[in-house]
Nanobody
Framework: QVQLVESGGGSVQAGGSLRLSCAAS????????MGWFRQAPGKEREWVAS???????????SYAHSVKGRVTISRDNARSTLYLLMNSLKPEDTAMYYC????????????????WGQGTQVTVSS
């Protein structure tokens, strides 16, 4: 079992930045791919970004079109922590942000991860 705990959410003004963190209880084969999702009130959960870890190539990141160029996903394997740096935040970025982990990035992107965190709220005011 892997536990994921998000932190770093908060309230910011449009144009501001936030860095979300997701601490994993341990890094295993089950956390080869990790990602971030978000869900705004009344909307479906949306994939934001994911990163695949390889001993050979390091981390390979993918981003949703809606956030590409404004967010950076990264992972610190030594600290078993996933990050999401969000810049130029917009009111439409307001949502609960969730961390997810799985062996396969295809499962992460489809929202079928085996492991999920409880979420951290991000609120962007105009």
């Amino acid at each position: 079992q892997v536990q994921l705990v998000e932190s770093g959410g908060g309230s910011v003004q449009a144009g501001g930045s936030l860095r979300l963190s997701c601490a994993a209880s341990r890094y295993t084969y089950d956390t080869t791919c990790m990602g971030w999702f978000r869900q705004a009130p009344g909307k479906e959960r949306e994939w934001v970004a994911s990163i695949y870890f390889s001993d050979i190539s390091g981390g390979t990141a993918s981003y949703a079109h809606s956030v590409k160029g404004r967010v950076t996903i990264s992972r610190d394997n030594a600290r078993s922590t996933l990050y999401l740096l969000m810049n130029s935040l917009k009111p439409e970025d307001t949502a609960m942000y969730y961390c997810a982990a799985d062996r396969l990035c295809s499962r992460v992107r489809l929202g079928r991860s085996d492991y999920w965190g409880q979420g951290t709220q991000v609120t962007v005011s105009s």
